[in-house]
């Protein structure tokens, strides 16, 4: 687009957001239907929920003192003088709508998966932007550390069929309330020590939530975070047991994995499980995916106690390390020369698209040098020719461009040979 028809600054697409245009969404389009027949085979239905919610639902559920809701979420007032907010991730609405609608009490498991927009207010960079998209994976109701592992190997499987290489997935447990008291003194502790060391905001930290330390992304942070005590040594005996046996059912299931004691994830509901898989392709954004366990989430935002499992993976970013090939479309272009060849055309082309054939007619008079090259441009599959003689003989002319092979034929034959 040249400089004097581009859109004026202040109407051009907002800081962070980003088109998807025809060429790029066929990738899209090709990752959406791969995950979506993935997700079924391991018994996963779609769940759709709004795009925003109330904002006290992400303070009652990603947590208070979260980057998330404390710097990022797109909060506005609306007509009524509510307080909402464009969702910044999807699982607290899946918690909502399991509450409002009961979906515990119909027997049904409770896997659900989403793909869809997420909006978070964060400097925009390279794999980071303010509306991004994820493909979210929920499983409510399984507390057994089988299933973690089972969302771990899904996870795989999507990556594999999409030839995503180099990665690594690394793993963590957080504990629970019963080991957390014991964990936030030490970290606690450690950080006064050192809190000459840290930015300002993990200076506060210290103080109201020594965990969130550790997704500082200065330099100096994470280097003294390092010499923080390990959640490890933390663990009560059933966060323990339920990590070695996380550890146990990953082997089973043949996935490596490296046991990362600083992933704590940047959200405060975790409980359990935490884990992510990374890639050598990316760059400093190096997550795919992210995820973990979140037992307390249900019961604190005023539901029945059940526990949570799951993981939300950066469809920009899958995509950016993909190596998938969307299929190739075939596209016949239709030519008609002359006005009762047009009618005709519109007729045809109905006739072919009832029969599952992409067929474009561009309603401009060409000739047929013109009408060629313009099919060529598109890269049509096919050229159906439509004349007056064609219609009068009820015989058109098919051209296969790739090959430049000729056929002629009546529109059954025509269509039978399409269609094979
Ligand atoms: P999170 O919900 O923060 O655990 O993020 C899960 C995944 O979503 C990450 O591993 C990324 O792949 C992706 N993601 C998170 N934030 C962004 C963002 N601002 N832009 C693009 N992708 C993101």
């Known amino acids: 687009m040249s400089e004097d028809t581009a859109p004026k600054k202040e109407l ?3 800081k962070g957001t980003r088109d998807i245009l025809p060429g790029e969404v066929e990738k899209w389009q090709a990752l959406e239907a791969l995950a979506r027949s993935i997700f079924e085979r391991y018994g996963f239905r779609e769940l759709r929920a709004p795009i925003f919610e109330t904002t006290e639902l992400y303070k009652k559920s990603t947590g208070e003192t979260s980057d998330v809701v404390t710097k990022e979420m797109y909060t506005f007032e609306d007509k009524g003088g509510r307080s909402l907010t464009l969702r910044p991730e999807y699982t607290p609405s899946v918690v909502r709508a399991i509450v409002e609608h009961r979906l515990d009490l119909e027997g049904a498991p409770m896997r659900y998966y989403f793909m869809g927009p997420m909006f978070r207010y964060d400097k925009p960079q390279k794999g980071r932007y303010r509306q ?4 979210d994976i929920e499983v409510f109701g399984e507390k057994d550390a089988a299933v973690d592992a089972e969302i771990i190997e899904m996870a795989h499987a999507l990556l594999g069929k999409l030839g995503v290489t180099g990665t690594e997935t690394l793993i963590n447990s957080v504990g629970c309330r019963a080991g957390r008291p014991a964990y936030s003194a030490a970290l606690r502790g450690a950080a006064g020590l050192r809190r000459n060391e840290l930015c300002a905001d993990c ?9 969130r330390i550790f997704d500082c992304k200065v330099e100096a942070c994470q280097e003294v975070a390092k010499s923080f005590p390990s959640i490890q040594d933390f663990l009560c005996d059933e966060c323990r047991e339920h990590f070695a046996r996380l550890r146990e059912d990953l082997d089973v299931l043949k996935i490596a994995y490296r046991v990362e004691p600083r992933l704590v994830r940047g959200l405060d509901y975790y ?7 990374v890639t050598s392709h990316l760059g400093a954004q190096n997550a795919i995916l992210g995820g973990g366990r979140y037992d307390d989430m249900m019961k604190d935002f005023g539901g029945p106690d059940i526990c949570g ?11 950016s390390v993909s190596a998938l090939t969307p299929p190739v479309r075939k596209m016949l272009y239709l030519a008609y020369l002359g006005d009762e060849a047009k009618k005709a055309g519109l007729d ?9 054939i992409e067929c474009l007619v561009e309603y401009k008079d060409r000739g047929m040098k013109a009408h060629f090259g313009r099919a060529n441009k598109l890269g049509a599959a096919w050229v159906l020719i439509v004349g007056e003689n064609e219609i009068k003989a009820g015989r058109f002319g098919l051209k296969d461009m790739a090959t430049g092979r000729q056929f002629e034929g009546s529109r059954e034959e025509l269509l039978a040979l399409l269609k094979s």
């Open 12 to 14: 051009a697409a907002i």
């Open 132 to 135: 991004f998209h994820q493909i």
């Open 203 to 211: 200076q506060r930290k210290a103080e109201t939530n020594p965990l």
């Open 271 to 277: 409980t359990k499980t935490t884990f992510e898989i």
């Open 309 to 319: 499992t799951g993981f939300a993976m950066g469809m920009e970013r899958v995509l």
């Open 348 to 356: 045809l082309a109905r006739d072919l698209r009832a029969q599952g």
